[in-house]
């Protein structure tokens, strides 16, 4: 075959045996091919410690958010549980047990996970229950929740075996029973069943392992499996990881399991809350090594992958470098062999290089060209040499990137100026011995790279810290490639240095960044999106919370791909949700609403959802991000309480109006009628009627509303012993009566009388202080009708008509004693004064009688003058006891502070607005002020008892002639006329007496509904 021909050049040329070009590529090839194969060992064995380190972290953090999850699961559980002992039905022992069964099957209804709910008292004996419990004996006395609960809250696991044989786990959890004053009274104990372990596996566990493959294991206290993704095995693998867990401990152990797998194993405890008392469950997170350390492996084959193509590439790059180098040589050859084929015009190429192509240059020009030619051709390769070295020295002088030439001691001769500025070094640092470089050449990590580029390996993107003159810690990149000389020996080695610190800090933030958004969002209470601002508003990004709320996966509900989330919302909410979206878009503010859902199993839900607008930098709308949250607590409560201030404010209104009523008017009789009337209205009765109990032990009717009269007949007297009858057993026993069936219950047969549609009773002792002076009896169609907050307003109410009852007795003695003590002091005062002044007249009369009668008319005269004196003394001391007894505040005070007084202590304390007016100077005699005072009291008292009236006017004018005196009223008002005719109760007759015996008028002012006004005239000059 010709040397000349294409084949034959091609063959040498790629023959590392013929051709230097070909051994340089190859050694390009292999060098690169070795460097990625030790790259990717060292990268594999930092990042596979790195990332077991990591993913155990991972496992522990999710043992650990599981263990809360779980406790937050059992403490709504103890929550729901709270809120039922708070029921009054289950405390009140008074409560039929029908009625406390009736609250257990409701809330069994509302909670169905709860297959048993029943109540115990403290000896243990079961009082009423619903569902199916293991083991159907009556006392729990034995059993550890009920033992637990005596003392404080608890929650458990109980192990029972079912009728087939087969063991069953189940979560108890009891709370004591306490009456008002706080004292426990049973215990209410509750199982939770197999369903609620599966949703929790469903929301907690299985969401887990479908991300990533990690299996959860929930164990009990001691080690027994509970529940999870991964039944354990008989000889349980993690015995270490469930002791740790036991101490309290949350981290993660590396471990071979029975069948021979690895496994990272996290775990944690389920701490629970001080106020339960158990269960401290421990959760185990297990994840196979080898899933977990799958990104080293995949790491690994990329770095080969990409040190392969970068073979390829310096093979490529070698060839191209080595036909540059062996370029000079061909030429040479080619035109050796020109003069050798006999062609004079070929010359020898000469190349200025120091090795063996430069030698064998000038050996063969020498042979062809002269001294001077040799000269000349010299001369001009320096000058191109100098040409290259000055334009290398620009591009290492210009370039970002620090250089240094290194000899094989580790010692810089030069550097270039972005040395300098990237390590924070100064001019005269540099000048110093040893200067900054050789010490930090110095460096282990830096002369054991220096000590493999001197052993031939070229070396890339190497990053190690450093430590800046400043104490700024550094992060540079370094490239180090050997220098060699003619012979092949290294001389020294190039170092090339690049500043990675921002691109290293942006990406441990990024890293932190990413970990912590992960954290926040797989922990979030709830749900954040982003949505499309069209009409429809379609999801593109939901966090996992997602499912807790909705009951639908991420996948459902991004871009309406099986439900879209608007659906859910109530219709009934829908437009005031869109309504308030709109508002805020249009005000550019955030926007906040509370509404109703629908979950995925059809149950209602209240959430809360705060969201805002997200803008272009154009200023268009071009998402709504936002956060929604489970507000159905919060809303129950909310709507829980206004019930209850609802009912408190019902009570309240009753009992102040029964106040009202009790100082009001003073007649017992009213009292009692206005009392049965709103009790009847406020607890919807039909019947009522009061017993007061009279001083022979018996309890007499005293006012009723609604008793047939046959039965009236049977209830006006009754005796309290024996306590056989309904208001004998009240009075007897100072306890509530409630009968549910009148014609069955012994006590209440004899109101068999009363219609047939009226069963229940209810008989409330009316009580002062502690003793009992009456009953209160109310019947209507059900019992219901005076429990819960009904029986407690009939307890208040009837301690505020005992008090009543007693204070209208205690009014009538008190009256009856001051009568008494000013009839003893008249008699004693009389005795005292007049009485023995009228006998001293008696005597001097009888005297001067006899004196006239034997014709001593002197001494008779001077007797008849001591009866006279006598007599006046006696006329003076009647005058005095007159204004003694004058009103104490008419005669302290005068007409106008005693007017005052009166409307104050009366009119005031019962609500009834009151003025009083007075024109003039008010200087009267004091029998017309004693006369205008009695007028005035008996028209007050008459509108009290009788105008039901809220404002009462009292207008005095004086002037020099009369005084006139008006007393209104904006009561009911009646039929002047028909009332002054047919009755004197009003006291009109008084009234007139009073005013005729000073000359004066009194008219009577009434229109029925419109008021009443009584209008007094006196003269103030008159002979009468």
Known sequence: MPENSLFYRLRRILNPRQSLRAQAALAFGSLTILLAILISVLVERAAQADLQDSSGGKLAELAYYMADALNRDIFTRYKELELLSLSTPLASPDTPMASKQRVLASFQDIYPHYIWVGLADLSGQMLTSVGTRP??????????????????PYAGDLYAELPNGEQAHFLTIAIPIRNEAGQPVGILGTYLDETWIGEIESTLLLPSQDRSNVHIIVLAEDGRYLFGTRPMPHESPCIEAAAAAQKGENSYLVGTWSDGTVYLTG??????????????????????????????????QRVLLVGSSLSLLFILLGWVVAGRITQPLSAIAQAANRLRQGESEATIPIYPHGDEVGVLSHSLHELVTSLAQRTTELGSAENELEEVNNTLEAIIQSVPLAIFLLDP??????????????????EEDMAASPNPIHVM??????????????????LTNVEKQHVRPDGTPMHVSIAMAPIHD??????????????????KQAE???RDAHRTLAILMSNLPGMAYRRRPDDRHALTFVSEGCFDLTGYTREALLNNATVHYADLIYPDDRPAVFAEIERALAAKRPYQCTYRITTAAGHERWVWEQGEAVYGEDGTLQALEGFITDNT???MAQQELEQRVADRTRKLSVLNDVLRLTNTTDDLADILNGVIQRMLAATRGEIGYIHLLDSQNRVHLTAQEGLPLSVVEVVANLPIEPPNLASSWVVAHNAVLTVPQVRVDERTMHLAGIPEKLNAYVGVPLVAGSKVVGVLSLIGQTVAQFGGEEADLLLAVGRQIGNAVETARLRQQEGFLMVLQERNRLARDLHDSVTQSLYSVVLFAEAGRRKLATGEVEQASTYLERVNETGQQALKEMRLFIHKLRPLALQEEGLDRALEQRLKAVEGRSGIDHDLVVEGTLDLPPRMEEALYHISMEALNNSLKHARASKVTVRLAIDDAQVDMKISDDGRGFDVPETAVASDGIGLKSMRERVEAFGGTVTLQSTPGQGTMVHVCLPLHSDK
Not at 442 to 458: C, K, M, Q, T
Request: charged content about 20%; aromatic content about 8%; some cysteine.
């Open 135 to 152: 083991g159907e004996e009556e006392s729990v006395t034995t059993l550890d929740w009920f033992m637990k609960a005596m003392e404080r």
């Open 267 to 300: 775990y944690a405890q389920v701490v629970p809350d001080p106020t339960l008392n158990g269960p401290n469950w421990l959760i185990l997170a297990c994840q196979q090594a080898g899933e977990a350390l799958t990104p080293v492996q995949q790491l690994q």
């Open 409 to 426: 001691e580790g010692v810089a001769h030069a550097w270039n100026p972005a040395a300098r500025e990237m390590f924070g070094w100064h």
């Open 441 to 458: 050449q110095h460096e282990p990590d830096f002369r054991d790279l220096l000590h493999r580029a001197l052993g031939g390996e070229v």
């Open 486 to 503: 003619a012979q092949g020996q290294p001389t020294g080695a190039v170092t090339v240095l690049a500043d990675v610190t921002e691109r």
């Open 508 to 510: 441990t933030q990024l």
């Open 633 to 635: 607590g919060q809303v």
